[in-house]
């Protein structure tokens, strides 16, 4: 038997891994093909110290357990004496997150207030939306549960910048998020329960993959777009064959009956492109990370609607410009930790809530990268509404070069004594991302195909655009279930995966949760 799996971003590397350690399948009879020039996906990291990097900001928490189980088994790259979930999970509680300046305003003030902004009301709202039978939010969106005024709440503020939730987007996304993470309540603005890995995601998680699957001969395909997929006449859903396009030039793979073959439809990292700090991002639509998706589903309606996801009229509702900085220079952790009152790498995210382009920073702890040169530091940011124009640069952030968002972000900060010097010391990679939030667009219960169609004897679909009941999808926990679920299901080997963590029935998770709204003191000054 051979497994055939498109797409090497973390749910494909997953889907590799599970296959050989549950259900038995030797690496040498795995093949992953990916159209990038690396594995990793979403999870990249591009640029060096000296043309500045360029990687994606992420957070996690302990309940990621589909993906812990995975990374317990997987040796990390800097010490293999332990794996990756234990340097994980010792990194976090050594250096749990502190956050004293989550949202800052227009003024360079911090908000926090008693509750979070919360009304009675609003937790009414709340706990209606997250009691609500999904099979009743199909399409609906999140603005229909709430009034205006909880939106401009630190509590929404705090959430949505950390989760990617807007109004407009899906009622029943945010009632698997609210249902998922009640727990984080209490620590919706020190983010103490909100993790992060040692250094960026790549090296971090992804190289440690690879390598556990390389050593395993693993068939790792870089280069390779999966074009389209062959059925066989009958039984039900037997794929025959692979047409893959490999360097410009077209061939086959044939698939037995008895092989199996793991599908990613779509990607958050759709589309991405890379400005400079003096040139913005080119806008790409080429469409390929969706491509063989919208071809399947064409024919089949089982195969879900990728139209409810990606596409040019859906960018305004799911469309990030992220960016990265690398300098040389000490100036700006030094300014930011005097005015967050945070050490550098302990202070979480912090929102610029009245700045245009909704502006979150993320100061990481260093080294962000294994490798980075001695005197060289690394930070992130985004921007949740990149159609907008900034406030001090009056162009939509979609629009500008690194130097232009580098210096929207200080001078919002009220650092312009010191922004000649930064500028000089720092280069800003900017990264349009059309389609990362796209998974909290409205959607019905139709759009997301399951991890094994019906009638399907050897093709298992895994990814962000798969459906398994109440795990959220903005993660690679959510990739990593889908691959799990779609083995078992399929080889009928191995466990099942774990439940889903669900705070409201854990009651520790519960009464935190409370507290915020019967006793104001739970929120820290
Ligand atoms: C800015 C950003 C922030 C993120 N924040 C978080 C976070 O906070 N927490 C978290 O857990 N995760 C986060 N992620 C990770 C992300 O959310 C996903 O969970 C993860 O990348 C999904 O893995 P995947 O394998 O399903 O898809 P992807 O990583 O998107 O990989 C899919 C791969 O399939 C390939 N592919 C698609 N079609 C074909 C084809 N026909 N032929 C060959 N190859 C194909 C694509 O090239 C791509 O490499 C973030 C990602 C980004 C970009």
């Known amino acids: 038997m051979k497994a055939h799996i498109v797409g090497g971003g973390f749910g494909g590397l997953a889907a590799a891994a599970y296959l050989i350690r549950n259900a038995g399948v030797s690496g040498p009879n795995i093949t992953i093909y990916e159209a990038d020039d690396r594995m990793g996906g979403g999870f990249f990291l591009g640029g060096s110290a000296e043309s500045g990097y360029n990687l994606p900001g992420s957070v996690f928490d302990s309940e990621f357990r589909c993906t812990f189980d995975l990374l317990q088994t997987i040796p990390s790259a800097s010490n293999p004496a332990i794996s990756v979930k234990d340097e994980f999970f010792t990194f976090n ?3 749990p997150l502190d956050d004293r300046a989550r949202l800052i305003d227009r003024n360079g003030k911090i908000v926090h207030g008693p509750r979070f902004g919360l009304s009675w009301h609003d937790g009414f709202d709340l706990a209606r939306l997250a009691l609500t039978p999904e099979a009743w939010l199909d399409g609906r969106r999140i603005e229909e549960f709430f009034s205006a005024r909880f939106f401009s709440t630190e509590f929404w503020l705090c959430y949505s910048t950390v989760m990617g939730s807007l109004p407009q987007h899906s009622a029943k996304e945010l009632r698997r998020y609210l249902n998922r993470t009640l727990h984080m309540f209490p620590y919706i603005s020190d983010m103490a329960n909100i993790w992060r890995t040692p250094a960026n995601q790549y090296q ?83 469409g390929r990370s969706w491509a063989l998706w919208k071809r399947l589903a064409q024919a089949r309606p089982d195969f879900g609607n990728p139209d409810a996801f990606f596409g040019a009229a859906h ?15 000490t100036e700006f952790f030094e300014l930011m930790s005097a005015l967050t009152g945070s050490e550098t790498g302990r202070g979480g995210l912090v929102s610029l809530i009245d700045s245009g382009w909704l502006l979150s920073l993320s100061i990481f702890h260093q080294p962000e990268i294994i490798g980075q040169p001695l005197g060289t530091y690394v930070w992130w940011g985004y921007g949740l509404f990149p159609e907008r124009n900034g406030n001090f640069v009056p162009k939509r952030m979609d629009a500008c070069t690194g130097a232009e968002i580098l210096e929207e972000v200080l001078r919002q900060l009220r650092f312009d004594r010191q922004l000649d010097a930064i500028m000089a010391s720092s280069i800003c990679i900017p990264c349009d991302m059309p389609y990362v939030n796209n998974i909290w667009l409205t959607r019905t219960r139709t759009d997301r195909p399951r991890p094994v169609p019906e009638g399907s004897t050897n093709l298992g679909l895994i990814g962000q655009y798969v459906e398994v009941s109440r795990d959220v999808a903005f993660t690679i926990e ?48």
């Not at 092989?259 to 790409?284: E, H, I, N, R, Y």
């Not at 960018?315 to 220079?329: K, N, Q, Y």
């Not at 080997?493 to 019967?518: E, H, I, M, N, T």
């Open 315 to 329: 960018v305004p509702d799911s469309h990030w410009v992220t960016f990265t900085v690398t300098t040389t220079g």
């Open 204 to 286: 971090a998680f992804i190289e440690p993959l690879v390598a556990w699957l390389r050593a395993r001969h693993v068939n790792l395909q870089t280069g390779v777009f999966v074009q389209d997929v062959g059925f066989a006449a009958s039984p039900g859903i037997t794929v025959n064959r692979l047409d893959i396009e490999r360097d410009g030039a077209a061939t086959a793979v044939t698939v037995a009956p008895d092989d199996v073959v793991l599908l990613t439809f779509g990607s958050q990292a759709a589309d991405m492109s890379v400005g400079s700090m003096t040139a913005p991002p080119q806008p790409q639509r080429a």
């Open 478 to 525: 959510y990739s990593a279930r889908t691959a799990w679920e779609a083995i078992q299901l399929l080889l009928k080997r191995g466990p099942a995966p774990p439940s889903v963590y669900q705070a409201q029935w854990d009651p520790k998770a519960l009464f935190a949760a409370l507290k915020v709204f019967v006793c104001p003191t739970t929120a820290r000054p």
């Open 93 to 95: 509680t050594r250096h």
